[in-house]
């Protein structure tokens, strides 16, 4: 990878002023007052339509009919929808859905029809009243019985679907995408081995349950254009995916406006594209009348992506010494019914299945399959959480198996920089080591604590992770940086503010090297039409690329600032500097113009004229260094991730040896931020992740029926951490690796930090009980039985 | 149905459908949109709002319930600025998202109305019933226990 720091960033007096900084959220009032604006808050006057869905009762049927015209004559129906209105395929990597179904429903919930009514309660109360004749047929709802031989292809028509190159489906099966890595030769490896471990590990889904649900209010105006307000990670995908599977109605990208104000998480359920596009192709019937689709929390569960689940199978081969020479890691994931987004994530997996060790022989296979539940697609960790909860465990037992202590034997293997990756590209600068230290020490790793109660056990546990931001080679970032009269500062750029303080980190890059601080800057939310492009806010990237668009916008404007000073005072450029909000000169100590000045209104020359005027700026970043052109049967050739994150978590915790339950007393977790922007922000990834993180394999849990309907699309019986569901203490730790093309050295933390919650608590209650648990989650039910079956064998 | 109901200081005269919920009332007949439509059944705690000095879900409230009562949101708490306890929020960088942060604004406000002092347990307790998917509630509790010690003072 290229090493060369591309932008001039450095401050006069060599010491950072405003990054590195816990610089107050430039959004904290907003959030705090209630003044802050979600697309739901937003007033769209007395025209306002809401829309409902008809939604499949069935996980796999086919469509025979559709009977609208009870509904049609409801109260309050303006117009109904059905996959006739709109044959268009759409899809982020793949295209294989439609906006409404076809003639095939593929899930418990997949759309099948939309009411557009002048009230909510009216579109609801009309869709109730539509009459669809299905079919039914039998589902495929695990991934190794869709890959069985002779299975029902859930996608016939697969081999015909428009798909990014970096994509192998497997014609006449249900596998969507097959990822291989093959390095080395893994066979000879294993014969040659001291010890070699082999397990199954399953993982099942999980709900991003951000707070806010999805909504979008699309509007389709007399003039052909369509304006879309949505709560979403992803403006101008979104703009561009519509674009494209609406094409047909003439519509171009000019002609599409996303509008995307603060938004109340994501957690990756809000990136590309989902319930949206039912709003936007919705809303072309209705011209002029803007539309309103919100989800209940019950669809927020059952019809936007899901984390997928998978069944690991991992191999590993180590030498005595400790060594590890060989690793075999089969991955088969529980893709579900379109995989347009999520045969990425089984994609990325399958590149980094090795986890964040040094490993000469590698057998990697990652398949996406078709099965007949909800959508996979992005989530915090975008596979790297699922995979990592095998391999983590499997780590710890072999470092048993060969009586080697768990830590050094992760020291021993861990990938530095310069090791070769899986598909033989370099790694990059790492703190990876400091972060396992640091993580040990704080749980005083090696030191046994027993209980002062007689009934709980006391156990420790650590795990690794690594994540790199999945992304196609070419994602890219822009910003545009203007300044006001009073030497203030407006930036527009199109990541979202998720609530990772993506505004604020944007604000302190341009303040450090405008000198301006923070509280002066402000980081407007995007609008297609006038913020300029970014790819989308997820993979953790945008501290990192959109940063090193604002970076580069800033300097842009400095230079365009030392010009005006040039041209009215003759100092040369490169004697000049920027210091508390002033041009400054090295060879003239008495020179100190303030900014407010004349960013706007330009410096007065000595004939009464004017040179200068508004200081405005553009910036962009792509990477150049990468490609996703590898051979498909090796995984060999390309650069396909920019670089990745490293880190360590640890874990102390206290068992009921009666009842199993789990009581998380200490966690910490190191991260290499490369440099930490805001410090007090990285934190809050931290904090936030290892939370997330400990749910998952705590006691979150997806539970289907034997027909595929989701059993659990609530609050109450899908249970998330509330303020009592939090470990007694947590201690957040930085490692600063620069990242050498990161902006001021960072790179992303904001999915990692809940890779190593899942392994670290199997390994902990190992530690604790002596019993191995093997698929997440693991409840307190579950380690209840394990102790029966212990104390009973 | 007749609706007389006091939202944030001022004085509202209503008809509404006996079926309204307080939540929806609130946001699309008087316009205060800080309580946010979460999940409808009580799970969440983002469409907190006070209802004469003590928290509810106005999503589990029929409006007609709330007729001849006083209704305080976020809205209303803000007006001459922000509290100690926001501004301990704001400070703390308590909130990523912000949208659990009006009823979780409301619902520690109650907390330290009656309890000046409370423990770590205290405001786990009081916080219980709003969900947060973002921060892992420790910068929350924190900002919380801080405001608590400023009252003490
Ligand atoms: S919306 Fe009222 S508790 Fe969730
Ligand atoms: S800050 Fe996002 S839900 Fe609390």
């Known amino acids: 990878m290229t090493t060369d720091y591309p932008f001039e960033a450095k401050p006069e007096s060599g010491e950072l002023k405003t990054v590195g900084t816990s610089a107050v959220r430039i959004d904290g009032l907003d959030k705090v007052s209630g003044a802050a604006e979600f697309v739901d808050d937003m007033d769209f006057g007395p025209g306002l339509l809401h829309a409902a869905i008809v939604e499949s009762p069935h996980a796999y049927a086919r469509i025979v009919s559709i009977d609208t015209s009870k509904a049609e ?75 069985a031989d002779g299975a029902e292809l859930i996608h016939p028509d697969l081999e015909d679907y428009t798909h990014v190159p970096w994509f192998f489906p497997q014609t006449d099966t249900n596998i969507a995408h097959l990822r291989k890595i093959r390095k080395g030769d893994t066979e000879k490896a294993f014969a040659e081995a001291d010890y070699v471990l082999e397990d199954t590990y399953e993982v099942p889904r999980y709900a991003h349950c951000a707070i806010e649900p999805h909504v979008t209010v699309s509007k389709f105006d007399q003039a052909d254009r369509l304006t879309v307000w949505t709560a979403s990670q992803s403006p101008h995908t979104q703009r ?84 590890i020479t060989a690793v075999e890691h089969k991955l088969y994931w529980d893709a579900g019914a379109y995989v ?30 078709y099965t007949n539940l909800p959508p996979g697609g992005p989530y915090r960790g975008f596979g790297y959480s699922e995979f990592h909860f095998g391999l983590e465990s499997h780590m710890d037992r072999i470092a048993e198996a060969i009586g080697m202590d768990a830590v050094e034997f992760r020291r021993k293997n861990a990938i530095v920089e310069g090791d070769e990756l899986a598909y033989g590209a370099s790694m990059n600068p790492s703190g990876m080591l400091e972060a396992i230290d640091k993580t040990a020490a704080a749980i005083d790793w090696g030191v046994e604590e027993e209980s002062d109660n007689p009934n709980t056990v006391i156990g420790k546990g650590i795990a690794l992770f690594w994540k790199a931001p999945a992304m196609p080679p070419n994602s890219s970032s822009a910003s545009f940086l203007k300044f006001n009269e009073d030497g203030s500062i407006n930036i527009s750029v199109s990541g979202m503010e998720l609530g990772q303080g993506y505004l604020t980190v944007m604000a302190q890059i341009a303040g450090e090297v405008l000198s301006v601080p923070v509280e002066k800057i402000r980081v407007e939310t995007p609008d297609t039409d006038r913020n300029p492009y970014e790819w989308q806010t997820v993979a953790s990237h945008v501290t990192w690329s959109s940063g090193l668009a604002v970076e580069k916008a800033a300097i842009e404007a400095r230079g365009k600032i030392f010009d005006v000073i040039h041209q009215v005072y003759g100092y040369e450029d490169d004697s000049l500097y920027l210091e508390d909000e002033a041009v400054k000169c090295r060879t003239d100590e008495s020179f100190s113009k303030p900014l407010r000045d004349f960013v706007i209104d330009g410096i007065q020359t000595e004939d009464g004229t004017w040179r200068g005027g508004p200081i405005v700026a553009s910036g962009k970043f792509m990477p150049e260094f990468t490609n996703a052109n590898s051979d498909p049967e090796t995984g060999q050739g390309g650069h ?51 939370v997330q993180g400990l749910a998952t394999v705590l006691y979150e849990d997806m539970r289907f029926d034997e027909n595929g309907k989701l059993l659990n699309p609530n609050f109450t019986d899908y249970k998330i951490p509330t303020a009592f569901d939090i470990p007694d ?64 064998t | 149905m007749n609706l007389t109901i006091k939202v944030n200081g001022e004085d509202w005269a209503l008809d509404v459908a006996p079926a309204d919920v307080l939540l929806d009332v609130l946001r699309e007949r008087i316009g205060v949109k800080s309580p946010k439509i979460g999940c409808e059944r009580g799970d969440c705690g983002s469409c907190t709002v006070i209802m004469d000095g003590r ?11 709330a007729d001849g009562h006083e209704i305080t949101t976020v809205e209303g708490i803000s007006y001459d600025g922000m509290s100690e306890l926001q501004t301990l929020f704001i400070q703390n960088n308590s909130f990523q998202c912000g949208f659990c942060a009006p009823g979780i604004v409301l619902s520690a406000t109650e907390l330290l109305d009656n309890n000046p002092n409370p423990t770590r347990h205290d405001v786990q307790e009081a916080l219980a019933g709003n969900l947060c998917r973002c921060t892992g509630y420790e910068p929350i509790i924190d900002a919380v226990l801080a405001a608590g010690e400023g009252g003490s003072e």
Not at chain 1, 349 to 368: E, K, M
């Open chain 1, 240 to 323: 561009h995916l519509f674009a494209e599977a609406l094409a047909p109605l003439g519509l171009t990208h000019k002609d599409v406006r996303v509008i995307t104000p603060y938004v109340g998480g994501g957690f990756g359920g809000k990136a590309g594209v989902s319930m949206e596009i039912m709003g936007a192709a919705m809303a072309t019937l209705v011209k002029g009348r803007p539309v309103k689709l919100r989800w209940t929390r019950e669809q927020e569960f059952y019809n936007t992506y899901q984390r997928q689940g998978v069944v690991a199978e991992l191999k590993v081969g180590v030498m005595n010494d400790g060594t």
């Open chain 1, 340 to 369: 347009e987004y999520g045969a990425n994530v089984v994609n990325a997996a399958g590149l980094s299945a090795t986890g964040p060790y040094r490993v000469p022989n590698i057998t990697n296979d990652s398949l996406c399959i």
């Open chain 1, 73 to 147: 004559a409801a109260k309050g129906v303006v117009r109904i929808a059905t996959g006739k209105d709109f044959p268009y395929k759409f899809g982020m990597y793949m295209e294989d859905r439609y906006i409404f179904a076809q003639d095939y429903v593929r899930f418990v919930g997949e759309q099948v029809a939309g009411v557009i009514a002048r009230s909510h309660r009216e579109a609801v109360q009309a869709a109730k009243l539509i009459e669809v004749e299905y079919e039914v047929l039998t589902p495929l709802l695990d991934p190794k019985s869709a890959v």
């Open chain 1, 729 to 792: 203490e947590i201690i957040p730790i930085i490692v600063e690796v620069p990242q050498p093309d990161g902006p001021f050295g960072a790179r992303g933390v904001g999915e990692h930090t809940m890779i190593g919650a899942a392994p670290v608590i199997a390994n902990a209650v190992y530690n604790a009980l002596g019993v191995r648990i093997k698929s997440m989650p693991i409840t307190q039910e579950k380690v209840a039985m394990a102790i029966i079956e212990k104390s009973e």
């Open chain 2, 55 to 65: 928290t509810v879900r106005s999503c589990l409230i029929l409006a007609v319930e």
């Open chain 1, 640 to 690: 396909p991730n920019v670089h990745y994150t490293v880190g360590a978590t640890g874990v102390v915790l206290e068992i009921d040896k009666d009842t199993g339950r789990i009581w998380v007393r200490k966690a910490a977790l190191a991260v290499d931020a490369g440099r930490a922007i805001n410090p007090d922000l990285v934190n809050g990834q931290i904090t936030g992740g290892l």
